[in-house]
């Protein structure tokens, strides 16, 4: 899976597969794969245009490279502007699909699907489905022909389903509604970054609608617990790795069941690249001083990462169930206070985790170090996508239901602070929800009725705010966003959707299979560099010769 990713506007963005399919005869089939050129995409793009509606109590401050921190708000604006003026929907009923993280709320009698239907003047009939097994699903029902109206799909779900060729056959063309000043005439949805639409872009024409937007996307953070810090009068002025190897020291205490880190690696290495300089995230390939392109895999610093976590195994720092592998209860040893560091996705760090945690102890108070480099250099990190899923609208739809959808689309995506808000997130007041010190929660009713469903139609930018009272996490979340964005750097094939042979699927598993294991301490540093040199060989290079490709006809995407 890609990055919940998790997300400026792009020279370049590509969807290249396997080599054109032949016919019955063996002769080439042309197949279109998603390809746009840099001018389809300035044909194609709508305009940004900021949001004024709603002024957030931490403004948006800017970094490098394009990248921005999300607005952050303390409490929910005491009366609530309204961003949507008129009619919205005309009426029309339409057949939905989302994936859904958790439980799946009733179909019937929901008062929080009634409400949102009532206001945006439309029904949506809403289907969610288990996210954990979404991409099983879309296969059959694109064979079959039997979409949806309009569709959720994640952008780590389209290599199965062809879906640069097939997108024109399935999907409504957005490009005559909402491409440059066009999509004016729906404001929320042209207040989303550029960024945030390119990968809804296929073959040159708009068709996907971006869901949970950011300019500030990375793969991840380093947290630590402060209150144990505190307590072991412990520093967390970090600056390097042998900085965390100091505390490593300190803060082990294993006869009294307490270890210094978890793993802090993440999957294929997604993590630890921040510190030791190679491309951790999505994108794999960087280029070296003469040019050739360079996997992680053949970094120097995966092999000092490798190298200094299995040491770090080797000194007892590291909680027992992670050298186990055991990734199952890692929240749950942060938040008990088992280990003191941790690594995680930024989604982690919310007013939802501090309530978790203050449950197993009062005091608990995480925290993320600020960005560091391995050997104590200037810090960079990867950006990533400017969105990761996107929804589409049914081809089989009229000119009219299609801007029916449109107008609907801008509802759902009223800014946060909205009055539109807080009816597409809560619900009815009084029955899905009550305002409790300035921010809305969910009564009984709600917590059963109310899911993530109409956000992945359409939504707003991503917004830091508070949940479940905790506005300190808020400020403490935005000041360590603003110090981020001004390490951030766009890598090699930035914001292209490189769709890669199906025949190169199977490389990265033995990879990330010895990673565990050299890590862990299991295998030497040979099992590595061997497992390098036979990726080449059964793939790796011909890999790198594709990319060669798109980077001679396309560019490199930043």
Known sequence: ???????????SVAVIAAAPLLDACGSPKEKKEGTSSQDELGKALPSYVPSNSVKPDIPIVGGANGATTDPAFLSYPASPPKSVTGTVGSGGSYT?????????????????????NKAIGATLKLQPADGNTYGDLLPPLFASDKLPDWINIPTWNTTNLSFGDAVAAKFADLTPYLAGDKIKQYPNLAALSPNAWISGVWNGKLYGLPIYSSNAVVAGAYYYRKDLFDKAGASADVKSVADLENLGKQLTNAQAGVWAFDDLFGNDAAYIGQLYGFQGGTYPWSADASGKLVHRYETEGIVEALNW??????????????????????????????????ADGTGAWNGDDNKS??????????????????????????????????????????????????????????????????????GAPGTDFNLTQGNPLLTE???????????????????????AGAAQVVKDYAAWQADLVKHVYKPLFYGMNVSEPKQYNTLSKPMTDTITDVKLGRKPISAWTDAVTNWRKTGGDELRTFYDGIRQKYGTGK
């Open 309 to 342: 976590f299995a040491k770090m195994v080797k000194a007892g720092y590291v909680h027992p169930d992670a050298v186990a592998n055991n990734s199952q209860n890692g929240k749950q040893r942060f938040w008990s206070g088992k280990v003191a560091i941790c």
């Open 96 to 116: 939905t699909m989302t994936p859904l993280w958790g439980s799946i709320p009733p179909s019937s009698g929901n008062a929080y699907y009634d409400t949102v």
């Open 445 to 467: 009713q709600g917590s059963k009725e109310v899911a993530t469903t109409f956000q992945f139609l359409s939504c707003p930018a991503t917004a830091i705010t508070v949940q």
């Open 357 to 426: 945690g203050s449950a197993a102890n009062p005091s608990y108070n995480r925290q993320a170090f600020k960005l560091f480099s391995a050997k104590g250099g200037d810090p960079t990190v990867e950006l990533g996508n400017g969105a990761s899923m996107f929804s589409y609208l049914n081809k089989k739809l009229s000119d009219a239901q299609i801007k029916e959808l449109l107008n609907v689309a801008n509802y759902l995506a009223a800014p946060y602070g909205s009055a539109e808000w807080i009816t597409v997130n809560f």
């Open 1 to 11: 899976m890609a990055s919940l990713s998790r997300r400026g506007l792009l020279a």
